[in-house]
Every structure is written in structure tokens, then in C-alpha cells.
């Protein structure tokens, strides 16, 4: 059997992997690339398993200036990703996220609030009785206030993680639908990926784009990454009560979030210290009717006749250093590159995450420096400060 050699092979092919298939062929069309995908109907992706949200409202400056860039691909995502005169729909509905705060949380939040504003960006600070007049229905007055995005939002995940595959393979990426069990290495560079089926693809450059399953794959070359596999809730109620004007991500200083839903649904979770480590995907019910239910008619009573309709848990792949992202070549392992750890706000990174990966890849300069989320700080154990973590 002929080798098959690749310039760039990617590990994983979610939105992070697609992302960064699309960026390198963009940075060089000539290059020869295949993503190893060990699953392409994505039931277990964290990317189709999440909530979509997008936001500026962090409080490390490059966290907010790859969600700048986010929503500058997204607004023109649909165009820029026809292929043949075909456009993902991406159903991108800019309806704001609203962080609200207690009075220990007030002063952080407010010097978030002010860097975001400095870096350009629309962000505004609520008292108590703005909450009140804007939603009547939320209990707010226990708040110190919030901080509102009204440019934040929600999309479709399923449509641009394919609009990116799409537009990916038209530019002549490969994927292949294998698992990767083996990365293969010789004098601490890396040679290539075994794949189950005991085929050998060579690459000096391997990407880990494998989600909640990186830590899996980087040991398979002695690599040893701090990402787990934990498991979030998503629950979807029909309410009896149907606003008006659909309600922005609400979120509560207790990790506590929720939002309108098409079709007069609302979507609801809530991330949680407890939340059990593992490849787990089952759906708890008691974990809705004994914590988030009453929280959700705590604050907003109006909600108290519901039904539950649906639910599901996905994985969060947690670097339990920090909870951000680790961008870049292994420092122990050359050829290695890492775009993982994402935590709960992948979805939103890809492409800021796909363009940096290419450029470096590339030999370009980054147009946005995302040196800060280098892996040395693994190795370092130097870990980055971010208050914005849901
Ligand atoms: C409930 C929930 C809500 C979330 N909400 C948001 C949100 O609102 N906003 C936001 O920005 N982010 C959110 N996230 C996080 C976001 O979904 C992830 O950070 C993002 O999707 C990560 O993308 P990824 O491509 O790294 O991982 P994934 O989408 O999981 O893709 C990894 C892929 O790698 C493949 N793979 C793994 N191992 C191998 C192997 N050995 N060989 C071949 N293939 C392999 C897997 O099959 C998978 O398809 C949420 C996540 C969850 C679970």
C-alpha cells in the first residue's frame, strides 16, 4: 500500500478541527491536509452538544478579542462559506447575555465591563431597577446588578461546524472517518497517527483537535495534558408563560443560566463543582427538579407552570489548570500542536483559534497574538486568570 503523507494531519474534526482545516487551507491552498474523524455524524461532540452562545463578556483581553473576531466571521459566515452557491444557514440571533451579579462579584465585573468597553466593544452596566424595568418578570432586586451584551448571542452549531467541513473539503482538505489510536513519534518529533484500522498516515505536524477526548490522544505520546471530560446539562421546558421578546443568556452568580428558545421553549443549565468526571452522556432528571427547577422559579416565578421536554449532557473538556484554552506546539514534542481545553467557550473560539493555528503553522505573523494561551504554561504551571467562566 503507498504511504500517504500529509503536510498537516488534525486530530478530531469539531469545530475546532474544521476551523483550522478551513484557516490553513486559506493561509496556503497548496498544502495537503486530512482530519481523522473518529465519529462524522458528531453525536458525541461537544460542539453539537452545546449552547451556541457566543459573548464579548470576558475579563482576559484576548478572550474578548477572539469573540470580536468570532462575530465578524459569523456575520458573514453564510456567504463566506458557500460552496457552489450553497449557504449554511447559521440562524445567528444577536439577543443579548445578561451576567448578573452579587455584591461580592460587583467590583470584578465592572473592571471586566471596562475593558471590554475600552476594546471597543457594546457592553453596559444594570442596576437592580434597569433589570426590573427590562424584565419584569426576574427577581433581581437580591443583585448588585449585571452586565449586559446586547450584541451577544446564539447560532447554530451543527450548520457552521458543517458549513466549516463543507467549505473545508471544497478547498481539498481530506477527512477521514477513523479513529486515531496511536501518534506516532521518533526523537521527540512527531512522525504521524496510527489509525484503528492499523494504517499509518505520516505528517510532521499533527493537530490535537479531539475535544474531550485530548488528554486520551496526547497519551498516546507520552504527552500528559490537565483536560478532563465533565459533563454539563442542557434541559428544554415549554412554559406555560411566553414572553414577549425572547430573553437574553441570563446567568446567575451561582453558574445558573437560561434563555429563550424558538418555538416558546427555554433552555436551561448550570455548571456545577460536582459535575462528574467522565465519557458520561446520560440525561438526570433529578437534577432539574432538585436544583435548577427551583432556582428558575426562584428567580423568575412567572416560570412555575412548565413541562420539561427534553435533555441532554454533553462534555466540557475542562484544563484544570485554568479552564482556558492551550494554543500551540508541545514545547517536549516537536510537530505537536495543541488547540484544547476549551472548557465552555470552544464553540465561540474556533475561528479566532483556526486562523491563529494556520498563521503560526504557516510562518505567518499572528494577526491576533494568542501567544498568552501557549502550552509552556502547562509545563510551568503558570495559570491564567479569567473571570468569566461559565
Ligand atoms: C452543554 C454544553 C454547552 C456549551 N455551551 C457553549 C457555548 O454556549 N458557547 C461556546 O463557545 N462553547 C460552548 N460549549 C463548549 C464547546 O461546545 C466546545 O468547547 C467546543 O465545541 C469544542 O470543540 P472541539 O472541536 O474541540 O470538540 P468536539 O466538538 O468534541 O470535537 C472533537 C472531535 O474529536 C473527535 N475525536 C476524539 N478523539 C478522536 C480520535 N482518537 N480519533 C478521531 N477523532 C477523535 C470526536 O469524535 C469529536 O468529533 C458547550 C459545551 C457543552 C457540553
Redesign the pocket.
Known sequence: MPKKIYDVII???????SATAYNLMIADNTLKVAV????PT?T???????????RIQFSLKQNIQISQYAFEILDQFEDAMAVDGTRPGIALRREGNLFLFDHAGRQAAEKSLALQQSLGCQAEWWSPAKIRQRFPIYESSDFAGATFGPQDGHFDAHSVLMGYKAKAQSMGVQYIN????LLKCEHKRITGVKLGSGEILQSALVIN?????AA??AQTAGVELPIVPVK???FVLDTEHKPKTPLPLTILPSGFYFRSETGGLLLL?KSMSEDPVGFDFTCDEDRFMEILWPELVEFAPVFEAARLVNGWA????VNTLDGNAILGEWPELKGFFL?NG?????????PAVGRYLAELITGQTPTLDLSIFQPQRIVTNQPLSEDGLV
Open positions: 486530530v478530531g474534526g469539531g469545530v475546532i478541527g481523522v474523524e473518529k465519529d458528531y458525541r461532540a461537544s460542539t453539537t452538544l452545546s449552547l451556541s452562545n457566543a477513523a479513529e486515531a489510536v483537535c479531539a475535544g474531550a477526548w486520551q490522544v454539563r446539562q442542557v443549565g454533553g462534555l466540557y473538556a488547540a476549551f472548557s465552555g467557550h470552544g464553540l465561540q473560539q474556533a
